[in-house]
């Protein structure tokens, strides 16, 4: 139990973590303490990729994920970006125009910036939902409270709380895990089937190919099927009608 004191303590107040850490500029950093709008604080790893950005050399980049978003190092504006800024925005109407969809290489710039389209969730095990949900200040707090009871002799009332501590626990485990479960699943839902896209051929009407929904990056064009998908991902209509069914969103 002892040895749970210092993950309690690091976990309780995140910053102390930043300790162990000197500060250094930001273009040499190998770990981010990136804190929020509420204050909350995160420590981050910096990655490093080889991307082809311009005249197709390879570029080496230095950035890091907070939150599913990637946030790419700019030595020239000595500031990090997001994924979208290092391509030009598209407005509707260039949208509208575009006909053709990505080429190949487009097509290999956009997926070494934005990666795989695919949502990891994790299903943890409920011994590590355990460790987590037993190693903060309030259980910490119910103990400490057990133990005073227990010195004054009001042992049917220390373990009564005891009883509904480990109640609420294990309930709280199981909601978690269940959600974790149902999220994944969903995410997994949209794995079921290809996606028919377009693809910008050199001097030929564009190529209808099939690709798995985690290879789909902005930008591609898909070719919706008559009846029966599954987006695997947010779209624009550009051309034609659809009936959207968003009862797993609403619940209507």
């Known amino acids: 139990m002892l040895l ?32 929020d709008n509420h204050g909350q604080p995160t420590l981050i790893e910096m990655e490093t990729q080889s991307i082809c950005l311009l005249l197709d050399l390879p570029t080496n980049v230095r950035y890091f994920n907070y939150r599913h978003t990637k946030f790419i190092w700019q030595p ?3 500031r990090f970006v997001t994924v979208d ?11 509208l125009e575009n006909t053709y969809g990505l080429n190949e290489s487009e097509y ?32 910490a707090f119910q103990a400490f409270s057990v133990i005073l009871w227990l010195v004054d002799e009001y042992m049917l009332y220390a373990i009564c709380i005891i009883l509904l501590t480990i109640f609420s626990s294990i309930t709280s485990l199981i909601q978690t895990r269940k959600q974790s479960e149902a999220l994944h699943d969903l995410v997994e839902s ?3 089937h290809n996606v028919s896209v377009l693809r910008k051929a050199p001097k030929s009407k564009p190529d209808i190919i099939k690709i798995e929904p985690v290879d789909l990056v902005p930008g591609d064009l898909i070719v919706l099927p008559p009846a029966n998908f599954i987006l695997p991902c947010d779209v ?12 797993v969103l609403t619940g209507k």
Request: hydrophobic fraction near 45%.
């Open 85 to 95: 800024e290092l391509l030009s925005s598209s407005t509707l109407d260039a949208l």
């Open 236 to 247: 624009v209509l550009l051309t034609g009608q659809c009936i959207v069914n968003e009862s």
């Open 108 to 139: 290999k710039i956009r997926y070494d910036i934005y990666g795989p389209n695919k949502i990891e969730v994790e299903i943890k095990s409920y011994w590590t939902l355990l460790v987590e949900e037993v190693l903060n200040l309030f259980y």
């Open 190 to 192: 949209s794995k079921c």
């Open 76 to 78: 020239i504006q000595r």
């Open 4 to 35: 749970g004191i210092p993950h309690l303590i690091f976990e309780s107040f995140p910053k102390l973590k930043a300790l162990r850490f000197s500060k250094c500029a930001l273009e040499i950093a190998e770990i981010i303490l990136v804190i």
